[in-house]
């Protein structure tokens, strides 16, 4: 199941492109906000607040995940899995 959820990628939510690139990150960190955290810091400049840039991927994330998705038929993913 857990695979499952990590395929779902809901892209219909992203409004511009700077959203649906932290999208495609927040997707191949499994949606985990601290392997996130630890891509962006190895990006990032050391001088740079981290907070600042984690705010719109924490935003992001609360997004998708308060976001229902029409059609989302979870048995399909559990087969496609």
């Known amino acids: 199941m ?4 990590k395929e779902f990628a809901p892209y219909k939510s992203c409004g511009n492109l700077k959203d649906y690139e ?3 990150l927040l997707r191949e960190c499994g949606y985990d906000l601290v ?3 630890a891509k962006v810091r ?3 400049s050391k001088n740079t607040p981290i907070r ?4 719109p991927y924490i ?3 609360r997004q998708l995940r308060n976001t229902p ?3 989302l038929d979870i048995r399909e993913l ?3 899995a």
């Not at 857990?2 to 959820?5: E, V």
């Not at 600042?52 to 705010?55: A, P, Q, T």
């Open 2 to 5: 857990n695979q499952a959820l």
């Open 78 to 80: 559990l087969k496609a």
């Open 59 to 61: 935003e992001l994330c």
């Open 42 to 44: 190895e990006l990032i």
């Open 22 to 24: 932290r999208s495609l």
């Open 69 to 71: 998705e029409i059609g």
């Open 35 to 37: 392997a996130v955290e």
């Open 52 to 55: 600042r840039v984690m705010l």
